[in-house]
């Protein structure tokens, strides 16, 4: 079993930053990948980032590609989600999720994620 608590939501102006982090604790962090999704208020849950069990393979959405940055320290159990310039339609509830499969590769699919934390709500304003 993994316990996931996220941290570092709150409200920020569109232009700023907010930097997320997800503390795990149960099976060996090393072990498995990591994701950040969001989910907005009447909207499916998309995949945000993704960061494979060493840290060597990242994945990035489109729309938050060269402004988000999902990075991980295994020493500390945590995973985190560095935000820069925050646009509006960024406000969501952000999650981090844990892959328990090979840790390896990644995924982008909810389903593929065993374990979820309980979220963190991001507002961007205008």
């Known amino acids: 079993q993994v316990q996931l608590v996220e941290s570092g939501g709150g409200l920020v102006q569109a232009g700023g930053s907010l930097r997320l982090s997800c503390a795990a604790s149960?099976?060996?962090?090393?072990?498995?990948?990591m994701g950040w999704f969001r989910q907005a208020v009447g909207k499916e849950r998309e995949c945000v980032a993704t960061i494979n069990r060493s840290g060597g393979t990242t994945y990035y959405a489109d729309s938050v590609k060269g402004r988000f940055t999902i990075s991980r320290d295994n020493a500390k159990n945590t995973v985190y989600l560095q935000m820069n310039s925050l646009k509006p339609e960024d406000t969501a509830v952000y999650y981090c999720a844990a892959d328990l499969r090979t840790g390896w590769s990644t995924s982008t699919r909810p389903y593929d994620y065993e374990h979820w934390g309980q979220g963190t709500q991001v507002a961007v304003s205008s």
């Open positions: 149960g099976r060996t962090f090393s072990s498995y990948a």
